[in-house]
C-alpha cells in the first residue's frame, strides 16, 4: 500500500480511536505470509459478491480472485485508493446496498 495513502489515515487523527495501539502483532505475520486468497477461491462454495476499485490495492488479484470463485459477482466502484473504503460514507453506503442487495438475490 503506498506510504503517503497509509500514513494519511493511520497517521493521523483521521483513523484515530480511542483503544488503537500503534504497533505490529509480530505473530500475526506467520499467519499472513502464508495465506493464499487466490488459491482459496476454487474452495468456496458459497455466493461472494467482490466489491473493489481499479485505484485500490491489487485491483489484478481481485480479478483472478473473482475468476477462480464458483458463484460470484465483483462490482468495481471509483475511490481515489485502497483506504477510502474504511471511511468514505459515500463507498461504504454503496458497499453496504450492494451486499444487501446481493443476500436479498441469495436468498429468494
Do not use: C
Amino acid at each position: 500500500m503506498p506510504l503517503a495513502e497509509a500514513f494519511s489515515y493511520y497517521g493521523t487523527p483521521r483513523g484515530a480511536v480511542p483503544n488503537y495501539t500503534n504497533a505490529f502483532a509480530v505473530q500475526s505475520w506467520a499467519y499472513r505470509s502464508t495465506f493464499d486468497a487466490i488459491g482459496a477461491a476454487k474452495l468456496i462454495r458459497v455466493p461472494t459478491i467482490v466489491i473493489h476499485s481499479e485505484r485500490a490495492l491489487a485491483p489484478s488479484l481481485a480479478r483472478r480472485f473473482q475468476a477462480d470463485l464458483n458463484n460470484a459477482r465483483i462490482l468495481w466502484v471509483e475511490s481515489s485508493g485502497q483506504i477510502d473504503f474504511y471511511d468514505n460514507p459515500r463507498l461504504i453506503a454503496i458497499g453496504a446496498d450492494a451486499v444487501t442487495r446481493f443476500f436479498k438475490e441469495a436468498t429468494r
